[in-house]
């Protein structure tokens, strides 16, 4: 897609993957409590997407000549696949959304599908801010 990328991430370890709604403060910041660990756990969630955005970001400026330029929004979502079937439906999604952009909610073109929106809504509805 021309503005997100989707991924499905597999991780197996008993610690669990350390997901958190939200990335955390920065460190430095007044507002972080002293009891906190400060960063994401190795392993983590957090921390595989984080390592991909940093490389991602390190290649693309590469290429581009933009050394420092910011590539990603703050953030990422995630969702646990609890199944079977849900693993197959999200595996469709990901495979039909290229050909869907015309339908994106950030595409200034849009052209809205109720169909489209009826079948995926359970998902994207959880992919919103």
Excluded: C
């Excluded at 581009?64 to 995630?78: H, I, S």
């Excluded at 039909?96 to 599908?113: G, I, M």
Aim: hydrophobic share 35%; glycine share 8%; aromatic share 10%.
């Amino acid at each position: 897609m021309p503005n997100h990328v989707h991924g499905i991430v597999w991780i197996v370890h008993e610690r669990g993957v350390g997901a958190r709604h939200a990335s955390p403060l920065h460190p430095g910041d007044a507002h972080w409590p002293a009891w906190q660990p400060r960063g994401v756990p190795p392993g983590s969630l957090g921390a595989i997407v984080g390592s991909f955005k940093s490389a991602a970001t390190k290649r693309i400026n590469e290429i581009l000549r933009t050394p420092g330029e910011k590539v990603w929004q703050r953030n990422y979502y995630e969702r646990v696949i609890r199944d079977e079937r849900e693993l197959a439906a999200i595996r469709e999604y990901i495979v039909l959304n290229p050909l869907k952009w015309h339908l994106d909610r950030e595409n200034p073109e849009r052209q809205p599908d109720m169909d489209w929106q009826e079948r995926w809504s359970w998902l994207e509805e959880g992919l919103l801010v």
